[in-house]
């Protein structure tokens, strides 16, 4: 019997944030792959299911169709109701970390275990519906992913899933450069001719925002200005979005286009997150010629730390991350080393791999 994919497609409706971001990325790369002689037999047979009601955000797809239905607009009961039925007779692909209990040919991707390392920063809501929810589908699935060697453990640590049957997709950066940089983000923000650092992901208490700027204002660089983009989403991260202050400007959610161009021309990436499944900003940032700074956090240095391609600062070292910040801004030399190493790095790390090891594991499934 013909195999068919099918695609659990909650997140085209969902707000995007990293792990929405994962999955848009590898859905289009899926698509692409499948354009090779190889796959010719499931061009007809992948299908992107998704929710009935609300915009869906979708790349253009030759290859894999869109088909919307179900009885429940969306959210946890279309996802845990509606999908199984619609995704009978196949394999299903979830690629945010939740799927139906219902489904055991399916290949779930588990991005990380931050809820519970940080639990304050998750609404009770989203807490309950992962506690319970992941461990089950880990034992009930067929394959459980994750994006890096540090996640694996952490989601072995944490969901109780063992690790040695827990498969590393990856993810890449290279998606920012899809887009045309929007410049004019620097004439509206009043950046044009001002230096500037950047931190992104400000809604989310993990990145540690609070650390930048305190080392920004210890850095006492007269001249240089922070930048903050993203904003909390109060349905998961309870709480009060984060002030601006003096040559702090708060930006809020910009599209890719400006983010690229905010890369491009600041003097760095400051992402000294506590806590990452991954590190995908950092990936973004090298991609664009951005030199980046991160803290040790294990993800980050597996992803980008070991290979010298980023500065790195203690998460909680706002002194020490105040003397980067003051060598970044001071030696152009330092930034054209980091931005070159950074392309060569981030260039090894392409979303075609990540999904063409997912759609082995899902054929894998489905045998």
């Known amino acids: 019997m013909a195999v068919r994919v099918f695609i659990n497609g909650r997140f085209a409706t969902q707000r ?5 971001r994962f999955a848009r990325q590898v859905v289009a790369a899926l698509d692409r792959v499948l354009a090779a002689p190889e796959h010719a037999g499931l061009r007809e047979r992948t299908t992107l299911l998704v929710p009935p009601r609300g915009e869906a955000t979708l790349p253009a797809l030759r290859h894999i169709a869109v088909r919307r239905g179900g009885l429940f607009g969306g959210g946890y009961a279309w996802e845990q109701i509606d999908l199984p039925r ?10 945010c970390n939740l799927g139906p209990l219902a489904k055991r040919r399916q290949v779930v991707v588990v991005h990380d275990a931050t809820l519970f390392v940080s639990p304050e920063s998750f609404s009770r809501t989203f807490r309950l519906a992962y506690r ?10 067929r394959q459980v992913m994750t994006i890096s060697r540090f996640s694996r453990d952490e989601i072995s640590r944490w969901y109780g899933l063992p690790a040695e049957h827990i498969g590393l997709c990856g993810e890449s950066g290279e998606h ?19 230096p500037y650092f950047l931190a992104v992901g400000v809604g989310s208490p993990n990145k540690n925002v609070g650390l930048v700027r305190e080392a920004f204002a210890r850095a006492g660089l007269a001249e240089t200005r922070l930048v903050l983009t993203g904003s909390r989403n109060p349905r ?31 003097l760095a990436l400051v992402y000294p997150s506590r806590y990452e499944g ?8 090298m991609c664009c010629g951005c030199p980046v700074v991160i803290s040790d956090q294990p993800a980050l240095m597996e992803v980008a730390g070991a290979a010298g391609a980023a500065l790195v600062c203690g998460m909680d070292d706002a002194d020490g991350l105040a003397a ?6 001071r030696e152009p030399a330092l930034r054209t080393a980091l931005a070159e ?6 260039a090894r790390f392409r979303w075609e791999d990540t999904a063409r090891v997912l759609l082995e594991r899902c054929l894998a499934a489905a045998a």
């Open 16 to 20: 995007q944030t990293g792990v929405q």
């Open 86 to 95: 619609l995704a009978c007779g196949g394999v299903l692909l979830d690629l």
């Open 132 to 141: 319970v929810l992941v461990p089950l589908l880990g034992r009930r699935a």
């Open 176 to 194: 920012i450069r899809d887009v045309p940089a929007e410049t004019s983000v620097l004439d509206h923000a009043g950046l044009a001719g001002h």
């Open 236 to 266: 998961v991260h309870p709480g009060a979005e984060p002030p601006a202050g003096e040559r702090v400007l708060a930006l809020g959610q910009v599209s890719d286009g400006a983010l690229r161009a905010l890369y491009e021309h600041a």
């Open 278 to 285: 991954f590190g995908l900003p950092p990936l973004e940032a």
């Open 324 to 329: 980067q910040l003051t060598r970044l801004a």
């Open 341 to 346: 190493r950074g392309l060569a790095h981030a």
